[in-house]
């Protein structure tokens, strides 16, 4: 596709559901990110793949937060036993292989809004 | 580890003054510099960025940005705002490595251009 894609673009969710939110990368893009986006604060990082590994996931909250990138493309982020205070709008971003020495644009998604009920 | 202040959440301009958007920057290593703009329903999206050189970079839309490094700011100006700039803006640094870094974001600055 032409941009970022994150589905669903909202999701309503009851206390101590399981949700599943999706991200489709640019086509190519090695490196893809999720960041979190509460109320009034600028995004936070999650989690960083490159390629189909995690690269850095030191942004992960707790272990209800799981994300995987299975074939290098499509990214599943996970969040088990939602809390009302994982409500948020969570973003994805992608970034192409930077050559070396360098650092490259991250292009974002809309994002998904989750609200836990 | 990285961390951005902006210093004001809410700037309230009238069309065609001039306006600065405070960063400044905290990190023990090296950093890229980027002002990330998010017009009303829309996503993220990039407005300028410094990586290396002149410290004083621009944008196609008329916005630029100076990095200090002895202030460790990097404040977003214009001369002249339109309506259409109406939007949160966020000012955000990476670590200064060979490949992607994730990015820290400021907590944003909502500009209001006043007719």
């Known amino acids: 596709g032409a941009g970022v894609s994150q589905t669903p673009s909202n999701k309503v969710t009851e206390k101590g559901k399981y949700v599943e939110l999706r991200c489709d990368p640019i086509?190519?893009?090695?490196?893809l990110y999720w960041y979190r986006q509460s109320l009034g604060q600028g995004p936070e990082f999650l989690i960083y793949?490159?390629?189909?590994?995690?690269?850095?996931d030191s942004g992960l909250p707790n272990d209800r937060f799981f994300a995987v990138r299975p074939e290098g493309s499509v990214s599943t982020l996970k969040i088990q036993r939602t809390e009302r205070g994982d409500s948020a709008v969570y973003l994805c971003?992608?970034?192409?292989?930077?050559?070396?020495?360098?650092?490259?644009?991250?292009?974002f998604g809309q994002g998904t809004r989750l609200t836990v009920v | 580890a990285q961390s951005v202040t902006q210093l004001d959440s809410q700037v309230p301009v009238f069309e065609e003054a001039p306006v600065e958007l405070r960063c400044n920057y905290s990190?023990?290593?090296?950093?890229?510099l980027f002002w990330y703009v998010q017009y009303p329903n829309q996503g993220l999206q990039l407005l300028l960025k410094?990586?290396?050189?002149?410290?004083l970079v621009e944008s196609i839309n008329g916005f630029e940005a100076e990095f200090n490094k002895s202030q460790t700011s990097f404040h977003l100006r214009k001369p002249s705002v339109h309506i259409s700039d109406t939007a949160e803006y966020f000012c955000?640094?990476?670590?200064?490595?060979?490949?992607?870094?994730?990015?820290?974001f400021g907590k944003g600055t909502r500009l209001s251009v006043i007719a």
């Open positions: 955000a640094v990476s670590a200064l490595r060979s490949g992607n870094t994730p990015l820290v």
């Open positions: 971003a992608s970034s192409p292989q930077p050559g070396q020495g360098t650092n490259t644009e991250a292009f």
């Open positions: 990190s023990s290593v090296s950093v890229y």
């Open positions: 410094y990586l290396s050189g002149s410290t």
């Open positions: 086509s190519g893009h090695t490196a």
């Open positions: 793949f490159q390629g189909t590994g995690a690269a850095d």
